[in-house]
């Protein structure tokens, strides 16, 4: 089994959705994440605020410096994830492709540096 | 058979092979190329089956090999080995390691060139710089690609397998690209002789086995009608002495009516589907020069319009090109090829040399002919090329 990171790419200069429109986008994210459970494909799911509430720590001469915002000051912004685990990369990118009709957004799909327990 | 003779004809189904014994592309190759470096030493005369031994041989090198090392990917694959040591578990409806390696290498999360370059290298056996040569780009950038390829289905957990039924369609269009190009690669070398007879073959092999696996994919079934009407040709393409011989030229008696025949026989079943595409038009085209005495330009031209409109490319347009002068004279198709831009392919100026000297511009021909000579890598073509513009100078 080989764990990935299902990365949303969400695009913060975008007009903020309606409410109803979010609510039904969380309740078809919920359904996929729903659907990752039952298959036994689910490790971990959290959405992310967006870059206003972040902040980056970086280390230099043994000390660290804190600077608002987040590491680059892009339009597309991380804005939340899934971890998964499944046999192959074929099986991430089907769940990928739902996850990916199901917020709207891309989807970046990264393997995990080793696969946990071969 | 030579050394060089079973490498090119067996490596990619031995490196096909090894990699669903090993699970992995890189280990594969470096075990089958440790068995020819074996081959080298302990063949006077290569074996009645070369392929089978030099499978045996790698699979006990990749064995020792592993041993020695103890790395998770060594263990892995000595566990494969191990636990598997001839027969394949089955992935996809079809049981050939080669098809398997087909759709691993072109596998839509890599891109377009890597898929070829890939395909080309572990199936075809073809070296880089044929290949970088085959693309018209560098060969450092080829290089780079298969290694990122490589990589990448190994880290990405890219499987090795046919695509179950529901994922196949998508699956297909960059496969049918890749068989397009080796049979090509095949018809007309980068470099050395004309043909690698080889490859046409593996193509033809590869394409018949996919079209029995996706019979009702109508291109795919135009893919393998295409092929098989240009391979039905290949006897009369070169003349006694290795010259090329242009379809007009050519002794029609020498082509392979079986071939033919089952070709013909797949574009109607194709006509009968009626959702035309790219290859079963290139099929359709060559449908036409294959039937009768003498081609029928009027149906290839309206056949070329149907396909610039699927495909325009400059490729389409230049072979389109061809048609207009057969059916209207040099001087329309030398308009319709001016504005066409193809850096680095030799058959632009050929073309446009062959319509200059129609057309009575000696001097501009010649010089046409010199920068498709100077382009052309493949030495049949080059002397071709040479021969024309030197029966010009004679006349001029």
Redesign the interface.
């Known amino acids: 089994m080989k764990q990935y990171l299902l990365a949303v790419q969400f695009d913060e200069s975008a007009p903020a959705p309606s409410a109803t429109e979010l609510q039904e986008q969380m309740a078809r994210t919920g359904k996929v994440t729903d659907e990752m459970r039952a298959a036994g494909s689910w490790v971990f799911v959290g959405g992310l605020l967006p870059s206003h509430a972040t902040t980056v720590i970086r280390p230099g001469n043994g000390t660290t410096t804190m600077t608002d915002g987040p590491f680059a000051e892009t339009k597309e912004q991380l804005g939340g994830f899934w971890v998964i685990r499944c046999d192959d990369l074929d099986q991430a990118l089907s769940w990928a492709e739902k996850c990916a009709l199901a917020c709207g957004c891309p989807i970046e799909v990264r393997p995990f540096e080793d696969a946990q327990g071969g | 058979m030579d050394l060089d003779s079973v490498f090119r004809a067996e490596y990619g189904r031995c490196v096909a092979t090894l990699t669903r014994m090993l699970g992995d592309i890189g280990l594969a190759e470096d075990a089958v190329q440790d068995a020819f470096a074996v081959a080298v030493h302990k063949w006077d005369e290569p074996p009645p089956n070369p392929g089978a031994w030099i499978v045996t041989t790698a699979r006990n090198r990749a064995i020792d090999r592993l041993r020695r090392e103890s790395t998770?990917e060594a263990r892995?694959a000595q566990a494969l080995l191990l636990h598997h040591p001839k027969e394949p578990e089955e992935g996809g409806p079809v049981r050939d390691d080669q098809l398997r390696m087909i759709f691993t290498c072109c596998?839509p999360?890599l891109s377009p060139l890597a898929q070829t370059a890939l395909t080309l290298r572990l199936l075809g056996g073809l070296e880089v710089a044929e290949i970088a040569r085959a693309y018209l780009v560098p060969e450092a950038t080829v290089a780079q690609r298969i290694v990122r390829a490589k990589k990448k289905i190994r880290?990405?957990?890219?499987?090795y397998r046919v695509?179950e039924a529901a994922?196949l369609p998508d699956r297909l269009t960059s496969v049918l690209t890749v068989l397009y190009l080796v049979f090509n690669e095949g018809y007309t070398s980068t470099s050395g002789e004309l043909l690698r007879t080889d490859l046409c073959l593996e193509a033809v092999r590869l394409a018949r086995a996919l079209a029995e696996l996706m019979p009702d994919e109508p291109e795919v079934i135009g893919l393998l009608a295409l092929l098989l009407l240009t391979e039905a040709r290949r006897p009369a393409r070169v003349g006694p002495s290795g010259e090329l011989v242009v379809l007009a030229e050519q002794d029609r008696s020498l082509w392979n009516r079986e071939l033919i025949a089952e070709g013909h026989e797949l574009v109607r079943r194709c006509l009968r589907r009626a959702q035309p595409g790219p290859y079963q038009l290139q099929a359709a085209i060559n449908a036409v020069h294959t039937d009768g005495p003498a081609t029928d330009w009027a149906q290839v031209l309206a056949l070329y319009d149907q396909l610039l409109q699927h495909t325009p490319t400059p490729i389409v347009a230049l072979n389109r090109a061809v048609a207009v002068a057969e059916l209207h004279g040099p001087a329309p198709a030398l308009a319709a090829i001016d504005e066409l831009d193809l850096p680095g392919y030799h058959l632009l100026p050929a073309t446009r040399a062959d319509l200059l000297a129609r057309l009575g511009r000696t001097a501009d021909a010649i010089a046409a002919y010199d920068e498709a000579i100077t382009l052309a890598t493949n030495d049949t073509e080059r002397t071709f090329l040479e021969t024309r513009r030197a029966r010009l100078e004679l006349e001029a």
């Open positions: 998770r892995h596998h999360a880290d990405a957990g890219i499987p695509p994922e």
